[in-house]
Structures are given as structure tokens and as C-alpha cells.
């Protein structure tokens, strides 16, 4: 007969369900007032939408794991520096454009597993990490910033400190910011302890 779940006829889900269902109606357990097709489609339906679902929420938490350590001056697993962004546009992510007063122009891109890149004309030029940032075996995320020194084995180059404005995961702070140009990173520091990290290469111009 027709009927609008054509489509799943043919999928393991369909004969196993119909089956189930001829078999409760022949032992009189239930009575059914609709055509079996269509509560047997309508429950392939569903489940194909509950595995769909399902994919997708377990491609997401694959980005919560650790990430990969940090190469100095070169990137963070496939994330490197110098790359086109429209090669990882694939991956879960948001974007945020920007422009400031002398109209130099810059796009943000969030993705799940933490990691923020900021482009230039489609060339990753900087990744920022606030959750996670390995290096040597270590997060550096929420470290005492002395121990940091301990582990980097030099002192920064150039220190600021910069407010940062409240948004909805944290009030307004000044943070105290050091550059470690030979290394290029930007450590972020709040109350002694790390914040975040920015990775770039101070030496390169990647557009």
C-alpha cells in the first residue's frame, strides 16, 4: 500500500519492528486502529532521527578531550598557524567579525574543542586557548604563573596589564599580560595563576 515512510521500508529497523508488532497483534496483546505501515514508519522515523542526534552529540564531546600539546610558533593539532581557515570550517564552530578605527579587519572563530583562531583574509595568524593549553605534559590553564616560568625557562619580553570586560562567564578584571616573543605566546594572568594563552608567531607575516 502507499503510504508517506516508503523511504525506510528497505532498512534493518523496519523489518524488525514490523515483525514485533505482527507478533504482539497475533498474541492479541495489542489492537492496532492504524495501518501497520505507518506505525512502523513513523517509529523508523523517530529513530533515525535519535541516531542522527546522537551522532552529532558524540562528535561534539570528541572536542572536549584533551587537546594536543602546543608547538611553539606553529600551532595546536590541526589548528596551525599560516593555515587557510576554510579547511577546518567543517568542525563545530561560531564566527565573530571585527574592524577597529585605522580599518584593519579580523574574524574570530570559536570551536568546541576550546580553541579560538583569529584570522586574517582567511590565514590563521593567532589561537587562543582559555580551557586547555598543553605544553610539556602540562595544562598551563589556571597554573601558578611562577611554576610557568619554571617550565618555559625564560622571562617575557614585554608586560602590560589590559582590562577585560565583563561578559557572561566572567565579571571585569585587569589581567596582568606577558609576551614571550621567542616563543610566541601571550600569557594571560589573573590572581597569580594563568587565564589564557595566546599562540602566534611574532616573527612570520602570514598575509
Not at 505501515?37 to 523508523?44: H, R
Not at 599580560?177 to 594572568?189: H, R, S, T
Not at 611574532?202 to 598575509?207: A, L
Request: hydrophobic letters at 35%; proline letters at 2%.
Amino acid at each position: 500500500m502507499n503510504h508517506p515512510y516508503k523511504k525506510y521500508e528497505k532498512t534493518k529497523d523496519w523489518q524488525v519492528l514490523l515483525n514485533l508488532i505482527e507478533d504482539l497483534i497475533a498474541n492479541n496483546d495489542i489492537e492496532l486502529l492504524t495501518p501497520i505501515e505507518y506505525v512502523v514508519g513513523y517509529i523508523c522515523k523517530g529513530l533515525t532521527k535519535k541516531k542522527v542526534k546522537n551522532t552529532v552529540g558524540a562528535i561534539k564531546d570528541s572536542y572536549k578531550e584533551r587537546l594536543p600539546e602546543i608547538v611553539l610558533k606553529q600551532g595546536c593539532g590541526e589548528f596551525f598557524l599560516g593555515k587557510d581557515i576554510r579547511t577546518l570550517l567543517h568542525l563545530p564552530h561560531t564566527k565573530e567579525s571585527f574592524k577597529d578605527s585605522d580599518n584593519w579587519e579580523w574574524d574570530a572563530y570559536e570551536f568546541d574543542n576550546g580553541i579560538t583562531v583569529w584570522v586574517e583574509k582567511n590565514i590563521i595568524t593567532s589561537l587562543h586557548m582559555e580551557s586547555q593549553c598543553w605544553y610539556k605534559g602540562y595544562n598551563l590553564i589556571g597554573m601558578n604563573y611562577k611554576d610557568f616560568l619554571s617550565i618555559i625557562g625564560s622571562k617575557p619580553d614585554a608586560e602590560d596589564v589590559i582590562y577585560i570586560e565583563k561578559t557572561q562567564k566572567k565579571n571585569g578584571e585587569n589581567q596582568q599580560v606577558y609576551d614571550f616573543d621567542k616563543e610566541g605566546l601571550q600569557v594571560w594572568v589573573w590572581r597569580g595563576r594563568i587565564d589564557s594563552v595566546t599562540l602566534s608567531d611574532y616573527d612570520r607575516d602570514f598575509v
